[in-house]
């Protein structure tokens, strides 16, 4: 099995300025790995490289897959909220004209790739796609490694988590955020970040190794948005690792046709959301 995590430029204004990246698992939860693209096209078919010789991928893409909604946001970004979690909050009215997301969802299906909301445990068999949201997991994982405050609330602790600006600031704050992201990459169970054929050259365009970059001030905003892309790729690549492991907990929240987010819980989080899910009348498992 290969697990591939995918760090989408969908937004607004991204996919004509930005490359997405994509981080690959083998069944060890160890980076085989990872490389970048500009197109929908591109990722699809690289994706489609790590099944050629017929066996099982499943793709955990960062990025909504199911936008209903005309304009506000979607149920399942709503329901998340209020359990003090993120995802993608996105509407059709923020875009024009075509929908990054949505055009990879279908190049991923002409290659055979098809999407669900619920990729199955332990089942070698399939080709998926599923939604993942990497802030939602980043923080879960901070929360599971002891970074909360240390409340008995998990919605207290969650909220008290300052949310990491991997993506906004200035190069000193950006770098503190990407070298505790990694931090907690590298201390997450079911993990490995370093394998022997990945280059600390960030300049490459594929087979960056992550662990082994130099973070300061002193890197570009390119590069900055370049490691980041490599995080959140990772950690949407551990996600449906975790899932598919069957071990240390995981749910989905939310239905395909409206808006599905796949993310690591443990029985007490799955509890705390599942409160919500109940309340709104939104599937979960």
Known sequence: MRFIGCALAWRPGEAAEKQSCLVVLDERGSIVSNSFAGSAEELARTAEGYTSDRRGVVVGADAPLAIPN??????????????ALPAHSASRNQFDGTIQSEDFLQELEEVGIQYTDYPFPRDRGQWVVTEVDSSATLKVLSLERGNGNGSSDLSESLRAMPEPKLRKGNK???????????????????LRLRTGNLSAD????????????EVSATLSHADFDKL??????????????????????????????????????????????????????????
């Open 70 to 83: 005309e304009r506000g946001t979607r149920l399942v970004h709503r329901v998340l909220a209020k359990a």
């Open 172 to 190: 000193e704050a950006r770098a503190a955020a990407i070298k505790g992201a990694v931090d907690i990459l590298w201390n997450t169970p079911g």
């Open 202 to 213: 960030l300049s490459l365009s594929e087979n960056v190794d992550l662990s082994k970059t």
């Open 228 to 285: 980041v892309s490599l995080i959140e790729a990772t950690l949407a690549a551990y996600t449906v690792h975790r899932h598919w492991k069957g071990r240390d907990g995981s749910m989905v929240v939310g239905t395909g046709d409206t808006g599905s987010v796949l993310l690591p819980a443990s029985d007490a989080l799955h509890e705390r959301i599942a409160e919500e899910c109940r309340t709104a009348k939104v599937p979960y498992v």
